[in-house]
């Protein structure tokens, strides 16, 4: 009956959000189950590099959606919440077969209704997650061989998943029976080898390899000069901030309730102990929070970069935890049982009740807002003759909708891109090697911005705005190659020189929501005025180089009656940052830009932030939210 109305639960969550699932790497996964359903095997069109974390995922994905004639993302969306479902129902199962049935209850209830796992929807880690519940389920119950398959099929969703095989396996030793431990585990470990050895096989006979091209594609980004990865940065937070699971308004019920839990287990633990193994203890529930912290540590060991779903086990964990302040506690005073049970039950329960904005937001969520924006450039691209080729640093969203190739920069599903390429934040040699004939860039990235522009002259001579879009957040420009026709709509040339006529008089800026850009092209003695709308203080920042060789371009910022300025040297073998603050103005600012050495000046990419006193509000507004880890743009040399 749990089960039964879980299930009705996950069906209407599901419909709320069968169009507006998934982020742009589980669209990456997509089109390689896409191009499985249309008989084209485990493939990126235009490449054959593995470039899914779950090849098992996309399998499974276009089996079903050439069956049922489903498009992928809507079965991805149902299989999403299947697994939620039954994640739920094995917790609340496992619960009942190791006597902590109520705790159970709660983390199934909290894991159906929560963040952790609505975040996670369309990705492999959610039927995981289940399977490796239901292993544990199935081990508690003495069915071993089963837990065997289910360990496996979790590893074959997710390879790292796997390490929760040995943390089951310890469940099963026993001192006073050591053989027969390791006869039970051998069972285990048999069932497990069997399918996993039918997988691999299957998956080296439809692609060549059992081991992802991402895993090495990733490890080149977190040893990359560009220096916006990093295999550590991000972690802290995840641990330091598990209250983030619940709703922020009750975010402090976490750690009272997951205190409660540690010291329920560990009265139960030593209960246990003294009588002989006679008193419930949560043994599975205290294995699958080992294996949250367990599958951390493996992840920072893979020195891969941090993406916030590879913490999908620990956040499961730290969900499931406070619920284990449930599990009855063997107290002397059968009142004291009875209050310490309702005292965590009515805490649990106001934070169930709680949830309601979390799940009004899953109901009116309108999904990444990425994906409508990076339609637009598909459909950009569509209006060049087939084969035009494009290039781009994310290209989930991008491959699903587009009908021209997409060539990824960074190399995870392109096998013609240089990984040292990345190491060395040279992304123009990919470019070039992967033949890029349109190349999206998102203008807020400056760091991956200059690696792929690289020496600045060269670009100027190879490519031209095709399309400035402004919408998205952060905006985007198509650039295409020089020798094509332009098909897009280019509001301003940010690479390109100022409309003819006077070069001293004053041009206006190109601003939208905030954001300004505009690109200007100096030469030798002359000088440009640029007028600022009145507005707060805000933080404006450039990428500036000469035309050749060497250049030296002042930079004078005027409110009202005072001014401030500064000295750029220039060097057209390198883009160097520019970056300081426009004052509060009513009446508006001017920035002038003089040209004052060497045969020229540029200055590209320029970016008007968000007002300061926004920033600061919305801050405290949700102190608890997490920040983006925004780049640094460095000067960059192609091959440093």
């Known amino acids: 009956?749990?089960?039964?109305?879980?299930?009705?639960?996950?069906?209407?969550?599901?419909?709320w959000t069968v169009k507006n699932a998934g982020i742009d790497d589980v669209f990456i996964t997509y089109v390689y189950a896409r191009s499985f359903a249309a008989g084209h095997g485990l493939t990126w069109p235009g490449s054959m590099a593995l470039g899914t974390s779950s090849p098992f995922f996309a399998l499974v994905l276009g089996s079903l959606s050439a069956v049922t004639g489903f498009e992928v993302p809507g079965v991805g969306n149902a299989l999403s919440w299947i697994a939620i479902a039954a994640g739920s129902t094995g917790l609340f199962a496992l619960g009942r077969a190791e006597r902590w049935a109520w705790a159970g209850l709660a983390a199934g209830i909290f894991w159906l209704i929560g963040l952790p796992s609505h975040v996670l929807?369309?990705?492999?880690?959610?039927?995981?997650?289940?399977?490796?519940?239901?292993?544990?389920?199935?081990?508690?119950?003495?069915r071993l061989v089963s837990a065997g398959v289910l360990l496996a099929l979790a590893a074959m969703f997710r390879a790292e998943c796997g390490l929760a095989a040995p943390i089951l396996a310890a469940l099963e030793l026993r001192r006073g029976d050591l053989r027969g431990s390791f006869r039970q585990i051998a069972r285990i470990a048999g069932a497990s080898m069997l399918v996993m050895g039918v997988w691999l096989s299957l998956l080296y006979a439809l692609t060549g390899s059992v081991v992802p091209a991402t895993f090495a594609a990733k490890r080149a980004q977190a040893h990359s000069a560009i220096g916006i990865w990093s295999s550590t940065a991000g972690w802290t937070t995840e641990l330091a901030e598990p209250d983030r699971g619940f709703p922020s308004s009750h975010s402090s019920w976490w750690w009272p309730l997951a205190l409660a839990a540690l010291i329920a287990i560990g009265f139960q633990g030593v209960q246990r102990l003294r009588k002989g193994g006679q008193v419930a203890f949560p043994a599975s529930g205290v294995a699958?929070?080992?294996?949250?912290?367990?599958?951390?540590?493996?992840?920072?060991?893979?020195?891969?970069?941090?993406?916030?779903?590879?913490a999908a086990p620990l956040r499961f964990a730290q969900q499931f935890l406070p619920t284990l302040a449930l599990v009855a506690v063997d107290l002397p005073n059968r009142w004291l049982r009875r209050g310490a049970w309702i005292a965590a039950g009515s805490a649990l329960a106001i934070i169930a009740f709680a949830t309601r904005p979390d799940l009004e937001w899953l109901k009116t969520?309108?999904?990444?807002?990425?994906?409508?924006?990076y339609a637009r450039v598909a459909e950009l691209a569509g209006r060049y003759p087939p084969g035009t080729r494009i290039a781009a640093w994310e290209v989930g969203f991008l491959g699903w909708e587009s009908k021209r190739p997409v060539v990824d920069l960074l190399g995870l599903v392109s096998d013609g891109a240089s990984l040292d390429a990345v190491r060395h934040a040279d992304l123009r040699q990919n470019l070039d090697r992967l033949k890029g004939d349109l190349l999206?860039?998102?203008?807020?990235?400056?760091?991956?911005?200059?690696?792929?522009?690289?020496e600045p002259r060269r670009f100027l001579a190879d490519y031209r705005l095709d399309q400035l879009m402004l919408t998205p957040d952060p905006p985007l420009a198509v650039y295409r190659r020089a020798g094509l026709a332009p098909?897009?709509?280019?509001?301003?040339d940010l690479l390109a020189t100022i409309a003819e006529g006077d070069r001293t008089a004053e041009i206006d800026w190109h601003r939208t929501a905030e954001i300004g850009l505009f690109s200007l092209v100096l030469e030798r003695g002359e000088e440009v005025r640029v007028r600022l709308p009145p507005g707060p203080r805000r933080m404006i920042s450039a990428h500036l180089t000469a035309a050749r060789g060497k250049g030296r371009l002042r930079i004078r910022i005027e409110t009202g009656?005072?001014?401030?300025?500064?000295?750029?040297?220039?060097?057209?073998r390198v883009w160097t940052r520019f970056l300081s603050v426009v004052p509060k103005s009513d009446t508006g600012s001017t920035i002038i830009f003089s040209c004052l050495r060497g045969p020229g000046c540029q200055v590209g990419q320029p970016y008007l932030g968000p007002p300061d006193e926004a920033r600061q509000e919305n801050q405290q507004r949700h102190p608890n939210r997490p920040r983006r880890n925004r780049s640094r743009p460095l000067p960059f040399a192609p091959g440093s």
């Open 1 to 15: 009956m749990v089960g039964g109305a879980f299930s009705i639960v996950a069906a209407l969550f599901a419909s």
């Open 121 to 142: 929807l369309g990705n492999e880690y959610l039927p995981a997650i289940a399977a490796v519940i239901w292993a544990f389920h199935e081990r508690a119950r003495g």
């Open 288 to 310: 699958l929070l080992a294996w949250g912290g367990a599958h951390l540590a493996l992840v920072l060991a893979l020195g891969v970069p941090f993406y916030p779903w590879y």
């Open 365 to 373: 969520r309108q999904g990444d807002l990425r994906r409508p924006a």
């Open 440 to 454: 999206m860039m998102t203008l807020g990235s400056r760091a991956l911005w200059a690696a792929t522009v690289g």
């Open 487 to 492: 098909r897009g709509d280019a509001a301003i």
């Open 561 to 572: 009656e005072t001014g401030s300025g500064s000295l750029q040297l220039l060097d057209a």
